[in-house]
């Protein structure tokens, strides 16, 4: 994926609990840019740990990373 | 919304005041239309959302917050379907990131079949997430010594169960109600187990101060004309606890004069 820009496939992360491939140095802001997520009104942890939306240009992913990514629903 | 008889009867948990003592859950509506009406219908100014995955496959379902916020209620995360500490603790931290609030329902589950909590493990969690901030609010079993331990803790309430999540079989002990409320120091809610109107006002007569309800609005056949039912219980039974109720007694005392009673 993402071949024409030049990137090399091939991290393999979990995201929500299923498999998903990134490009290497993928970094959060890419990955949820990628997959059309915008940081309000979500939340973000890597490997059990929340990512503060600020910060999420800087947090590189790593091959094997657990990402979740939650939101508000109805419940009680 | 103020007491019945206009009294200023506020509802502190924390740094947050309420004056309507219902908190409503919005879960299991059967159309967001029915939620919005029901929610403004119960009177309640804080309402509980669960936290989950986002769905990556179908992202054309409507966040319900946008309809939440319309309504300009303060949001009370829950980390329901959770069954460790661990887990709760993450799904709190994730819901303080999405919602920025410090608020959370904390719930740790023991047991699939009737939701009740894990006291381990809810302690562990409330011991965690107190010392990260929160302002926790747990969902606990109606053991006295249990609310003593989390008042102890920091909880800035306790919500002990009336009945199984769902079951609406009201008020099953109310002596350990009332024993909580003698234990603890801060707000004792209701939560979980209220099926209909009386068993709110009971809560509320018992001298809680304040309940959480759920199926016992969305799951009634017309849940806006119960979420106003409920809303007007719980004043009732506020009003009624503060009101302070007669002693009972097991034989009668007339209402009316003894003296002058024809044909005396």
Known sequence: MNAAAGWRTGLKLRLNGKPHEAPEGTTLEALLRELDLHAERIAVAVNGVVQPRGGHPQVRLAEGDEVEVIHAVAGG | MTSNNGIDDKLTLGSYTFSSRLIAGTGKFTTPEIMRDALAASGTEMVTVAIRRVDLQD???TSILG?????????????????????AVLTARLAR??????????????DKETLFPDTEGLLEAARTLIADGFTVLPYTNDDPILARKLQDLGCAAVMPL???IGSGLGIRNPYNILHILRTVRIPVIVDAGVGTASDAAIAMELGCHGVL???GIAGAKDPVRMAGAMRRAVLAGRDAFLAGRIPRKLYATASSPLEGVVGT
């Open chain 2, 59 to 61: 992202r054309g379902k």
């Open chain 2, 67 to 87: 309809v939440l916020q319309e309504g300009g209620y303060t949001i009370l995360p829950n980390t329901a379907a959770c069954f460790t500490a661990e887990d």
């Open chain 2, 97 to 110: 990131e999405a919602l920025d609030t410090s608020l959370v329902k904390l719930e740790v589950i023991g």
């Open chain 2, 162 to 164: 009336a009945a199984p």
């Open chain 2, 213 to 215: 309800m759920n199926t």
